[in-house]
T-cell receptor, first 110, second 111 residues
Framework: RKEVEQDPGPFNVPEGATVAFNCTYS??????FFWYRQDCRKEPKLLMS???SGNEDGRFTAQLNRASQYISLLIRDSKLSDSATYLC???????????FGAGTRLTVKP | SQTIHQWPATLVQPVGSPLSLECTVE??????LYWYRQAAGRGLQLLFY??????ISSEVPQNLSASRPQDRQFILSSKKLLLSDSGFYLC??????????FGSGTRLTVV
């Protein structure tokens, strides 16, 4: 089983749509969770951390379910500029390193 | 403010040639430093991480090596490149459990 698994995608949605990504992780002791965004041929950039109580940043909502070992990212009112690959990140068995999912590609179309 | 510098941005090297990629961080002390590789259309693979000067942990056996000669400098090297070493190499740093900040990456093509 991979340490971090994401929806394979790609997701193709119209502008204004709501889209959700899920990610499961294998290390039950993980304490740190993040969503990153990566544009084509660019470095990943931190989108948001994921807290136990869930957190929201504008149109983006992240949630954590420890019992089922998954995190989610919800994007409301999708914009063309949201088109990117979204990476789920969870700390590994050694808390000094993070493990990345393979990413879910999102394309928002007019 | 903290910044991370990585160079070169692109590199084309012949098979069997050596490699040296450098990464430096400014504006922070004693960061954790990381080297990741992303093959075309694939996820990020952790290659090495370092929690301090001279301390290197390797995640994947390969013909690459890493060194940390100074607190804010992390170097990725190879004595002889293979075709399979092609990819997008990313350096990252972290201080505490607040996520990573990545450098702009080096796109390596081995020919």
């Amino acid at each position: 089983r991979k340490e971090v698994e994401q929806d394979p995608g790609p997701f193709n949605v119209p502008e204004g749509a709501t889209v959700a990504f899920n990610c499961t992780y294998s290390n039950s002791a993980s304490q740190s969770f993040f969503w990153y965004r990566q544009d084509c041929r660019k470095e990943p950039k931190l989108l948001m951390s994921v807290y136990s109580s869930g957190n929201e940043d504008g149109r983006f909502t992240a949630q954590l379910n420890r019992a089922s070992q998954y995190i989610s990212l919800l994007i409301r009112d999708s914009k063309l500029s949201d088109s990117a690959t979204y990476l789920c990140v969870v700390n590994g068995h050694n808390n000094n390193d993070m493990r990345f999912g393979a990413g879910t590609r999102l394309t928002v179309k007019p | 403010s903290q910044t991370i510098h990585q160079w070169p941005a692109t590199l084309v090297q012949p098979v069997g040639s050596p490699l040296s990629l450098e990464c430096t961080v400014e504006g922070t002390s004693n960061p954790n430093l990381y080297w990741y590789r992303q093959a075309a259309g694939r996820g990020l693979q952790l290659l090495f991480y370092s929690v301090g000067i001279g301390q290197i942990s390797s995640e994947v056996p390969q013909n690459l090596s890493a060194s940390r000669p100074q607190d804010r400098q992390f170097i990725l090297s190879s004595k002889k490149l293979l075709l399979s070493d092609s990819g997008f190499y990313l350096c990252a740093w972290s201080v505490g459990p607040h996520g990573y900040t990545f450098g702009s990456g080096t796109r390596l093509t081995v020919v």
